[in-house]
T-cell receptor
Framework: QKEVEQDPGPLSVPEGAIVSLNCTYSNSAFQYFMWYRQYSRKGPELLMYTYSSGNKEDGRFTAQVDKSSKYISLFIRDSQPSDSATYLC?????????????FGTGTQLKVEL | GAGVSQSPSNKVTEKGKDVELRCDPI?????LYWYRQSLGQGLEFLIYFQGNSAPDKSGLPSDRFSAERTGGSVSTLTIQRTQQEDSAVYLCASSLAAYRGSGHEQYFGPGTRLTVT
């Protein structure tokens, strides 16, 4: 079993829809949670970064972390065709001073006109 | 400002040859990471550098893989005697100093797409 599980999709939604993306994890040592967006043939772009449990909002994006359930979510409001990309969750904990990220496999999102 | 840059963007090599991949981190970032992204495997950690400390090599898949970082800035990932299973996108990321409470926000370069024929 992988440390981080993420539904690969593809997920197809109409423009303007609310999108919910999720990851579950098994390692309770994870404390830092990130969401990256990756366009085809590009490097991942950091979208949201959350420490421990709680919510964080940035424009149309909201990240939620529930450490008791080992479950994290990314919500995208008023989705746009430009949001079409692969969304990767990533997590880390301190190991000897380093911050190795453990990634989910990514969810492919398509927002259609 | 300038982001993380990587070169070459694409590399095709024959099985058994050595390859070198280069990464230029964001100026002022002292932590540098290499990851590998392959189909069905997602992103896998390879190696991490922090300042002048010994690198964390725990993710390197075999002794054919090595990396160095010169002058605390540019890094080179070397793969010797390449195999077809080495075909992947190799991504470099950098962050501020990676110690307790900081450096978790990693910024990625565009990657080098390696194809071993």
């Amino acid at each position: 079993q992988k440390e981080v599980e993420q539904d690969p999709g593809p997920l197809s939604v109409p423009e303007g829809a609310i999108v919910s993306l999720n990851c579950t994890y098994s390692n309770s040592a994870f404390q830092y949670f990130m969401w990256y967006r990756q366009y085809s043939r590009k490097g991942p772009e950091l979208l949201m970064y959350t420490y421990s449990s709680g919510n964080k909002e940035d424009g149309r994006f909201t990240a939620q972390v529930d450490k008791s359930s080992k479950y994290i979510s990314l919500f995208i409001r008023d989705s746009q065709p430009s949001d079409s990309a692969t969304y990767l969750c990533a997590m880390s904990h301190l190991t000897g001073g380093g911050n190795k990220l453990t990634f989910g496999t990514g969810t492919q999102l398509k927002v259609e006109l | 400002g300038a982001g993380v840059s990587q070169s070459p963007s694409n590399k095709v090599t024959e099985k058994g040859k050595d390859v070198e991949l280069r990464c230029d981190p964001i100026s002022g970032h002292t932590a540098l990471y290499w990851y590998r992204q392959s189909l069905g495997q997602g992103l896998e950690f390879l190696i991490y550098f922090q300042g002048n400390s010994a690198p964390d090599k725990s993710g390197l898949p075999s002794d054919r893989f090595s990396a160095e970082r010169t002058g605390g800035s540019v890094s080179t990932l070397t793969i010797q005697r390449t195999q077809q299973e080495d075909s992947a996108v190799y991504l470099c990321a950098s962050s501020l100093a990676a110690y307790r409470g900081s450096g978790h926000e990693q910024y990625f370069g565009p990657g080098t797409r390696l194809t071993v024929t």
